[in-house]
C-alpha cells in the first residue's frame, strides 16, 4: 500500500509540475507573409555517379518525369524531420532484407505526416509522377498515430521510435543580428520564419508554442515584457502584406515542406531566424557550415537541455493493414525490428536524436 501511495504521489507531482509549466499561447489573428524560393538550396544527393540525370535543384522538380508506379515491394510514409537518419537505416535495411525478400520497388516520403490520405487514397504526387502504393509503415507524431488508429487502418500497437531534444533557433553563419533567445525574436528588426500554419500544424504549434512557454517560463524576462506581449508582436500583428515598399515582416512562412523552406528563407534574406528542432538545424549546420549555425534554447550546442516550455516531439511507428503478400509482411515486420534495433540507437545518436 505504501508503494502504491508513492507511486501515485509521484504520478500528482509529474502532472502538476507538467500544468504548471506548459501553457495554452495565445489565439493567432495575424497572417504570415508566404516565402518561397526562386534558388534552393543545392542539398546534398543521396544518389551519387548515375547517368544520365536530370536532377537541378533551381528548376528540375520533377517535372520531367512522368509517369505512375504501382505494385511497391515497400512503402513507408514518414514525417521527415529525422530523414538523416533514416537515410542510415533505410541502407542498413536494403543491405540486409532486400535480396532476400525481392525489395526492389520501393520508396518513402520524408515530408510533413500525410499517411492518412495517402493511405485512404492509395497514392501520392510529386510533379508529374503518380505513386499509388499503399504503405505498410506509418511514422509520425502521436495525434497522426491516433487518428490512423481511429480509421481502422493499423496493425498491432503503435512503438515509440525516437525522442527529440526540442528546439533552438536557426540563424545565418555570424549571428549578423546578435540573437540570443526567443526574446530577440520579437524585436522589430528581426523576421521569423515558420513552418506554415495551416499546411504543417503539428510543427508551427509545437515551434511556436515553445516560443510562448519559453518566455512563460523564463524567471527573468526583460524589463516591460512579457510572454504574451514577445507572442503578440510576432503573430498578430496581421502582417501577411507586409515588405517592399512597406515595414519589415515580423513572421514569414513557406509553402509546404518547412526543413526545407526555413533554411532557405534564412539563407536568402527572406528571415533573420528561425525556431527548429535541434536535429534538423544540425543537419543543416553539417551540410552547410558556412551558411547557418545554431542558437542554443537549453544547454550547449554539443549538449542541448531544452529549457522549461521547450517542447520535446515523439514520434511513433505503427503497421498498417493490408492484403501484404508474405514477403511484404515479412519486409513490414523487419522494418518495425530496425526501427527498434540498437544500430538505430547508434544512428540517431550521430544526428543529435535519443531514444524515449
Known sequence: ??????????????????????????????????????????????????????????ANRLN??????????????????????????????????????????????????ISPKQISN????????????????????????????????TDGEPVKILKN???????????????????????????????NPKLEPGSFGNFSGSIYNIAKNDPNPPKGESAEK?????FNSNQGECGGEKKKCNWVSGKRIMHREQPWAINSGAADAGVIFYHLAL????????????????GTIDKPKPLEGNKVGVLQAVRIKGSWTPNQKKAQDELIKTFESEKFTKILKKHGIRRP
Not at 508506379?69 to 543491405?95: F, P
Not at 533552438?168 to 513552418?195: H, M, Q, S, Y
Open 1 to 58: 500500500m505504501k508503494e502504491y501511495r508513492l507511486k501515485c504521489l509521484s504520478l500528482f507531482t509529474l502532472i502538476f509540475m507538467f500544468s504548471i509549466n506548459t501553457y495554452a499561447a495565445p489565439a493567432i489573428t495575424g497572417t504570415p507573409k508566404i516565402v518561397f524560393p526562386k534558388h534552393l538550396l543545392d542539398w546534398p544527393s543521396e544518389i551519387k555517379g548515375v547517368k544520365p540525370t536530370l536532377t537541378e535543384p533551381t
Open 64 to 113: 520531367d518525369l512522368h509517369g505512375q508506379i504501382g505494385q511497391c515491394d515497400l512503402v513507408l510514409s514518414t514525417a521527415g524531420n529525422y530523414h538523416m537518419a533514416l537515410r542510415e537505416a533505410w541502407k542498413d535495411y536494403l543491405d540486409k532484407f532486400a535480396e532476400s525478400l525481392k525489395i526492389k520497388t520501393w520508396y518513402y516520403t520524408t515530408s510533413p505526416p
Open 122 to 153: 492509395k497514392t501520392v504526387q510529386f510533379g508529374n509522377l503518380k505513386l499509388n502504393c499503399v504503405p505498410q509503415v506509418a511514422v509520425g507524431p502521436k495525434k497522426l498515430i491516433k487518428k490512423l488508429v481511429s480509421m481502422s487502418v
Open 165 to 195: 531534444y526540442g528546439n533552438v533557433i536557426l540563424v545565418k553563419k555570424g549571428n549578423p543580428k546578435k540573437i540570443k533567445g526567443v526574446w530577440d525574436l520579437g524585436r522589430a528588426d528581426v523576421t521569423l520564419v515558420t513552418p
Open 230 to 234: 514577445l507572442f503578440n508582436s510576432i
Open 283 to 298: 543537419y543543416f549546420t553539417r551540410a552547410f557550415p558556412d551558411k547557418f549555425e545554431i542558437v542554443p534554447l537549453g
